[in-house]
């Protein structure tokens, strides 16, 4: 039985890479409205209390050399100290920094609030106004993880993505064009000032965000600066608290898998199902696991659906042999992360479907 199932295969599961920088080797932190990381601040060590972070998490105070002329500044305006932090040599006493000096999670909580925004409320910086005048042949995908309930595709390969999101339970909001971000790029002169507007911004259930750009392959190699401005977008992002992403085939058009989305997107649910939809779903969820597809349809009390015109009476009415509602059911299970199918194989009869471990854990 295969095990490697639909959550394995989600391209924004293990998508976070190390952004770590390289710091310094201490943070100043000063008693004040906001942080400080300047060392410009030092020549103010006369004037506030200084707290040190040194490289191993520790904090304490500064070990600051006071030189000939130094004394901070005078009441009359004189000279700045001349003050600089020299390497440990005496391991500082230990000094817990006050809860509003903590940087990192005013910077965190303030970029929270953006994406929230964005969500939420952004409107799109890009229009691909109608027309038939682009080779990109860009269009439309209805979703209801966006507030319009639509997401703008500049091409066929961002389609093919939005089949990747939409029927992923762990991805719960979808935002087109959403910002504008400013970076710095290398040139080979220095650096340059440059706007971007990605393609999509993603949301994951557990908070964490993802700004995706897409590309063919084949047209990547055709632009010398592509790789130093991923680079240079990953950087950008990652002070604004999202993973940056430029996405092509080798992603994207994995069989079986896109395959499978694509059909399990296609009965994903409806406003309009009929009402016996959620007595088969339910019923699903009490059966044993792990089980097939064709086990459930040869189970289940209700799997046909039959039909007939509105002008016509009831006894007219034919199977429609071309769907089956258990299978329907199955596949809105999986969208709902309710269930697990496996997505290794072309979906049929004999695919595995699983339930899925609830866990109380939050992460």
């Known amino acids: 039985m295969k095990t490697n199932l639909k959550t394995s295969t ?9 952004h770590q920088r390289s710091a310094g080797n201490a943070a100043v932190l000063r008693n004040g409205e906001t942080p400080s990381v300047l060392w410009d601040d030092l020549h103010d060590l006369a004037q506030v209390n200084v707290i040190v972070q040194y490289e191993d998490g520790s904090f304490g105070r500064p070990l600051v050399d006071l030189r000939a002329g130094g004394g901070g500044r005078g009441p009359a305006g ?8 020299n390497s ?5 006493a230990p000094v817990a920094p006050p809860p509003f000096l903590n940087h990192d999670l005013s910077k965190r909580m303030g970029n929270e609030a953006f994406w929230r925004d964005v969500f939420q409320n952004g409107e799109p910086k890009k229009e691909i106004k109608p027309g038939t005048r682009y080779i990109s042949l860009p269009g439309w995908f209805p979703t209801r993880k966006n507030p319009r309930g639509l997401i703008r595709t500049s091409s066929p390969l961002t389609r093919d993505l939005m089949f990747h999101l939409d029927t992923d339970h762990e991805i719960v909001s979808i935002a087109d064009f959403p910002v504008t971000t400013t970076y710095r790029s290398k040139t080979p002169t220095g650096f340059k000032v440059r706007e971007h507007i990605p393609e999509l911004a993603v949301l994951r259930r557990d908070g964490a965000v993802f700004v995706v750009d897409v590309m063919p392959l084949n047209v990547q190699p055709t632009i010398p600066f592509i790789r130093q401005r991923t680079i240079d977008l990953k950087s950008a992002y990652f002070d ?3 993973t940056y992403l430029l996405l092509d085939e080798t992603s994207l058009h994995l069989e079986p898998l896109l395959g499978n989305l694509k059909r399990m997107w296609k009965h994903k649910k409806s406003d309009h199902e009929l009402p016996e939809m959620e007595v088969i779903r339910r019923w ?19 799997n046909a659906v039959f039909a007939h ?15 089956n509602p258990v299978f329907s059911a199955v596949m809105q299970l999986a969208i709902a992360g309710l269930v697990e199918v496996d997505l290794d194989a072309r979906f049929s009869p004999s695919t595995t479907v699983t339930l899925k471990e609830k866990s109380n ?3």
Request: net charge negative; aromatic share 4%.
């Open 88 to 92: 440990r040599r005496v391991a500082p």
């Open 78 to 85: 004189g000279s700045p100290m001349n003050a600089s932090l």
């Open 10 to 18: 989600s391209l924004f599961t293990g998508a976070l890479e190390d």
């Open 309 to 323: 015109w509105s002008d016509q009476p009831e006894d007219t009415a034919r199977h429609v042999t071309e769907n």
């Open 240 to 242: 604004q608290g999202a």
């Open 284 to 302: 699903i969820l009490d059966a044993r696991f792990p089980t097939t597809i064709g086990e459930l349809m040869r189970e289940s009390p209700v």
């Open 361 to 363: 854990v939050r992460l």
